[in-house]
C-alpha cells in the first residue's frame, strides 16, 4: 500500500536545508534534492517544495522529524489511502504543530468529540467562532498566508484556496504532476 502527498517549506534557513533534505530522505528511503527558492516574505530563508510517496503515515513521520527545528515553517500533506484517512500537518516556531484530519477534497475534518468540546468550552472564556477557528488550525493559515503568497506562481498558493474555498480552485490539479494518476 502506497500513500502520497506533499511537504511545502515555507522558509528555512540557507544551512538548515541540506539537513531538511537528509532528514526527509531518511524517511522516503531514497536520496531527494528539493528545488531551493528565495522565499520573499522572509529574506535571507529559502522555500522549496517535495511530492512524496510512500506508506501510509510518512507525511506524520516527515513533520514529526521536522517540528521543532528552529526558523522552519513547512506544511506537509498526505492524502487519504486504503484504510487512512487524508492529514494536514502545519509548523511554525511560534505556534508549534497543528494536525488535522482532511477530506478528499482538503477540507478539514473534525471528530464529533472535539466539536462538543468546543461547544461546552464556547460561552465560557472563548467564543464558538474562537474555539472552531482552534479546530481549523486559523493561527497557522494566518501566519503561513504571508509564506504562501509570497510563492508567486507556485502551487503552494493553491492550499489556502482549497480551504477557504471549500476544494480546488478551478482548474488547479488534484495533484502535483509528478503523482497525476
Known sequence: MSAHGVLYVHSAPPALCPHIEWAVAGIVG????????????????????????????????????????????????????PGCDGVRYCYTPELGTFTAVTAANGDILVPEGRLRSALTLAGGDTSLEDEIGRLLGAAWDNELEPFRRAADGAPVRCLNAMLAQGGRPPGTPAYPPCLSP
Not at 37 to 51: D, H, M, S, W
Not at 75 to 80: G, I, L, N, Q, R
Open 30 to 81: 531514497a536520496p531527494i534534492s528539493m528545488p531551493w527558492v528565495g522565499q520573499p516574505a522572509a529574506p535571507g530563508a529559502l522555500r522549496a517544495e517535495l511530492a512524496w510517496q510512500g506508506r501510509p503515515g510518512t507525511g506524520g513521520a516527515i513533520a514529526s522529524a521536522l517540528a521543532g527545528w528552529n526558523r522552519l515553517r513547512f506544511e506537509v500533506t498526505e492524502d487519504s489511502s
